[in-house]
């Protein structure tokens, strides 16, 4: 389009120039034919008997021209030399002297010759014979011939813009004579190529405007189409948040280093990963923030890898890595422990400092998948086990990873039903005062009575209602559940319920809880509720403003499976926790290792002296009672003096063996 404008222009300019010389040869040529034609009608009126001079040495003679003619000649002079300003009125006895002066000032010279081509006079200048030479075909031979023969007015330009007219001098039929003359068209010429120079720039700017326009209008629509043809084709195979490769373009990689692995024999690997509870920044910081993570995430993970490794976003917070040419599948986990340990180091982004873990499942090539499709299916299986393992973690693909993702799916998918076809009950276990062996209180526990599998323990559900989203509903239910039961107790039996950390992220706690105690009647003092360590690795303030609320309600809050996560005692001083649960682990290791007897020791001790009640999880032996009896832990929970029940009267039951039990090993 462009070009073909441009095309358009120099054409026209071209053609335009041709145009104008091809005008003006002819106006110049008619002009020399219409001077010789007049100049010869004059001449011949007043030279008389041209034969007569015929023979004389030097041609024309001064006697043989009339007065008339001199006056003409005269005229032509004196109106060269007054041609700036010209008044014809100032001869008004001879009107035709201007325009006969403007004629004869141009004629440069003249010849008369008879038809036979003798010279029968010529003008004054007339010593360049060789110029007037007919017999010279270059001087104008060919053209006296056809003047002569044929009777017709022929022009040969001649150098220096001279023209000669071959003009035929007829009486009735005959052509006696032929006249040639020079006409001079200096002037004309000067004058006509500065008129047509004129013309054709003015055209050449009008030209150059009119088109210019259209020609910038073009050449900015092809760029702008050409900048978005290109947009569009980075897009198409990029991520436009982060620029990294998109599905489309790892994909294709993909399959291009499968075929490259399989052709060399060697192996390569998928890295599939997942920012863990990247949902949470999105919904505490607002998405422009996520974004922002993502975008140094993206940063990141490029600097983890090598040059000929490929860095993809799949979408949210999904990244792919394809590590070409590895020597082991070790190569890949130290590389999956590179980039967790880069994505680790907290982001400082849109001024808050956030700290995000990742989760990454890994296929190996090429035995991991058939296909690229396949290959990234089963590295996203990887992942989802990583994650149900903890998160913060990697995990290759194994075979039957598929079938325990499928039963996965499925459960979540019963799970949903669960609430609405009344398969969830809460079992309550004992937790006895050691001091008395009486029971304090009961922990609720949740269990899903399936259908198909039997009784699932809520380890095994309650990670996929906590991803689902659907803890929320169950959480709300057991609290609602449990309060309403316990609500019938003994008034100094306490009740626990587990809080999952999902539960602070999607709903106001404090909100719900003051409308469950409410509705069941059951007092806010007597009621424990057990968080874990790991809702402290997201210390918002809004988590700690709500753990705040919740004591300022009477809540007590309870610091459950103490001593398995970050251990960092510092918060213990800082948040309201008026309970610390040790968890089992601990438990189940005492005695035979003294390491342990130790720990157990020193957060009995810390909470002595921090005022906060120290349960002990998971009792199963006496001795173990017994050591915690003896290092002055408050409190037993433990399948030796009760097991989890549906019902208190049971457990009750349970209670009382329980503090037998307690008493006898006192
Ligand atoms: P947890 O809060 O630490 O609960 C104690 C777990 O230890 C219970 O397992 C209980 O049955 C088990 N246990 C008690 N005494 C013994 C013992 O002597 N030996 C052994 N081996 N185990 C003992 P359970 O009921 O399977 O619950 C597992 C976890 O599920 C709980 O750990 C708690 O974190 C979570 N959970 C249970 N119910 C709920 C709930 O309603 N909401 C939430 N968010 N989490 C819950
Ligand atoms: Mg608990
Ligand atoms: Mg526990």
């Not at 091809?22 to 219409?34: V, Y």
């Not at 003679?61 to 700036?84: G, N, P, R, T, W």
């Not at 000067?190 to 720039?201: E, I």
Request: aromatic letters at 8%; glycine letters at 8%; a negative charge.
């Amino acid at each position: 389009m462009f070009f073909g404008l441009l095309l358009l222009c120099i054409a026209t300019v071209v053609g335009g120039l041709y145009a104008a010389r091809w005008a003006s040869d002819r106006i110049l040529r008619a002009d020399a034919e219409a001077i010789a034609t007049q100049w010869t009608e004059l001449l011949m009126q007043q030279f008389r008997n041209p034969a007569a001079a015929k023979g004389t040495d030097r041609g024309l003679h001064v006697e043989m021209i009339s007065s008339q003619l001199l006056a003409a000649f005269q005229a032509a002079a004196k109106d060269a030399d007054a041609a700036a300003a010209p008044k014809p009125a100032e001869d008004a006895s001879d009107p035709g002297a201007f325009h006969r002066g403007k004629f004869v000032s141009q004629i440069f010279r003249y010849v008369i010759f008879g038809k036979d081509g003798a010279i029968f006079a010529k003008s004054g200048r007339f010593d360049d014979v060789h110029a007037l030479d007919i017999s010279d075909q270059s001087a104008g031979g060919g053209a006296f011939d056809r003047a002569a023969a044929l009777g017709e007015l022929t022009v040969l330009p001649l150098p220096e813009q001279i023209q000669r007219v071959f003009v035929p001098y007829r009486t009735g039929r005959a052509i006696p004579y032929i006249v040639a003359v020079d006409v001079d068209q200096y002037a004309a010429m000067t004058l006509l190529s500065g008129v047509m120079n004129l013309v054709m720039a003015f055209t050449g700017v009008f030209m150059a405007g009119g088109l210019a326009i259209p020609v910038f209008v073009a050449w900015r629509r092809t760029r702008e189409i050409l900048r978005a043809e290109d947009r569009l084709k980075f897009l198409a195979l990029h991520d436009s948040l982060t620029g990294l490769p998109n599905r489309v373009q790892l994909r294709e990689h993909l399959v291009r280093s499968m075929g490259r692995a399989e052709r060399h024999g060697c192996l390569m690997a998928v890295l599939y990963l997942d920012l863990d509870r990247f949902k949470i920044v999105n919904d505490s910081f607002g998405h422009a923030t996520g974004d922002a993570l993502l975008v140094e995430v993206a940063g990141r993970l490029e600097a983890s890898v090598r040059d000929t490794d490929l860095v993809g976003r799949l979408g949210g917070d999904e990244f792919v890595v394809v590590a070409e040419e590895i020597e082991s599948p070790d190569c890949a986990a130290q590389l999956a422990d590179r980039i967790r340990d880069a994505i680790a180091v907290p982001h400082h982004v849109n001024g808050h400092d956030l700290a995000v873990s990742t989760s990454i499942g890994i296929a190996i090539g090429p035995d991991d998948g058939r296909d690229a499709d396949a290959f990234l299916k089963n590295a996203d299986l990887a992942l989802a086990r990583a994650k149900v393992d903890g998160r913060n973690r990697f995990r290759f693909f194994e075979e039957d990873m598929d079938a325990a993702l499928q039963e996965r799916r499925r459960i979540e998918q019963e799970l949903q039903q669960a609430v609405r076809l009344d398969q969830l009950e809460v079992h309550y276990q004992p937790q006895f005062d050691l001091s008395d062996g009486h029971v304090s209180g009961y922990e609720a526990l949740l269990r899903w009575q399936h259908p198909r599998l039997g009784s699932v323990p809520p380890g095994l559900f309650i990670p996929i209602a906590e991803d689902s989203g659907l803890i929320s509903e169950i959480g709300e239910w057991v609290l609602r559940t449990a309060t309403a039961y316990a609500a019938t107790w003994p008034e100094d039996t306490r009740l626990a319920v587990n809080l999952s950390p999902a539960q602070f992220k999607h709903q106001d706690l404090v909100d719900l809880l003051e409308r469950v105690l409410e509705e069941t009647g059951f007092p806010a003092e007597r009621l424990d509720l057990e968080i874990t360590e790991g809702l402290l690795l997201q210390q918002t303030d809004e988590v700690i403003d709500t753990l705040k609320r919740l004591d300022a309600l009477g809540i007590s809050i309870a610091m459950d499976d103490f001593g398995t996560g970050y251990s960092s005692l510092s918060y213990l001083t800082r948040l309201p926790v008026r309970k610390i649960k040790i968890d089992r682990s601990f438990i189940a290791s005492l005695g035979d290792n003294s390491e342990t007897n130790a720990i157990v020791n020193t957060i009995v001790g810390l909470g002595q002296s921090l005022n906060v009640t120290i349960t002990a999880e998971g009792v199963e032996t006496p001795s173990q009672l017994r050591f915690l009896r003896d290092c002055g832990c408050d409190e037993v929970q433990g399948f030796l003096a009760g097991r989890p029940a549906p019902r208190i009267l049971d457990a009750a039951a349970e209670g009382g063996a329980g503090a037998s039990v307690i008493l006898d090993v006192a």
